[in-house]
């Protein structure tokens, strides 16, 4: 197993104060003593592998999950017998959200690769959050991020062609990679091609037709799940970027 794969549970243990994603999860904006009390009801466990669940659908909502290490893949199931990808979750995202309303989980989130998972049980969460303005505010932001991002990709898949579809992917990806600190340019896909189609209602011969295009003009270099963006601009022109960052300012 290669040297990235391997988390420590030491890495593991790592509290909310020194952990590097804690400007992006729930202790943002909390004191250093409001910190410490998030922390007293979170829950470490060991490493989990790919293909283990942080829950299954129909199961009862007890927690919410933060990815610290690794990726995650929510779903349902189809109505051909497959899957519906409904996401993927980097380091510093919050799994488990839609759950709140009916007190079950909707959807089922499974582990794309080795990760490290912080567990939130959301009866203590709403008990230290009725206390804490600061944390009730995050929870709130928190579910106003999860609508943004719910009806962006409706957007996505409503009114975009096949190649702005996996344009804006590849360019959101970016973004959120470069929001952990890592490179915004060269990274690590833990979906497979499949999995990318099945999310962007694409076919995955369609997905694998794309990138091998996006390479041909020098948009990408693919090796397998690795990618380097060699002309962001370009790609961030075909995903509509600087159309919306306009529209944005025309409206202020």
């Not at 499949?194 to 694998?208: C, F, M, P, Q, R």
């Amino acid at each position: 197993m290669s040297q990235d794969k391997i988390i420590s549970f030491e890495n593991i243990r790592v509290a909310c104060r020194s952990c590097s994603l804690n400007a992006l999860c729930l202790p943002m904006g909390l004191s250093s003593e409001d910190v410490e009390k998030l922390e007293s009801i979170i829950k470490r466990s060991r490493p989990l592998h790919r293909g283990e669940h942080l829950f299954s659908g129909g199961e009862r909502f007890q927690s919410l999950f933060v990815v610290k290490t690794g990726s995650v893949k929510t779903y349902t199931p189809s109505s051909e017998g497959g899957e519906q990808v409904l996401g993927f979750h980097l380091p510093g995202e919050i799994v488990g959200l839609d759950a709140i309303d009916q007190d079950f989980h909707s959807c089922s989130a499974r582990v794309l690769e080795t990760s490290a998972i912080c567990e939130i049980p959301f009866r203590r969460l709403e008990e230290l959050a009725a206390t804490l303005p600061s944390l009730q505010h995050q929870l709130y932001r928190l579910l106003s991020k999860e609508i943004v991002e719910e009806s962006e990709l409706l957007m996505l898949l409503g009114k975009r062609n096949a190649e702005e579809r996996l344009a804006s992917f590849l360019v959101s990806l970016s973004q959120r990679f470069g929001k952990r600190g890592l490179s915004t340019t060269d990274f690590h896909l833990s979906m497979s091609r499949h999995e990318i189609g099945n999310y962007l209602g694409l076919a995955v011969e369609t997905v694998s037709r794309l990138f091998t295009r996006f390479q041909d003009e020098r948009l990408l270099d693919v090796d397998r799940k690795h990618v380097q963006v060699l002309d962001m601009a370009r790609l961030e022109t075909l995903a509509g970027v600087a159309q919306n960052r306009a529209s944005r300012r025309e409206s202020n």
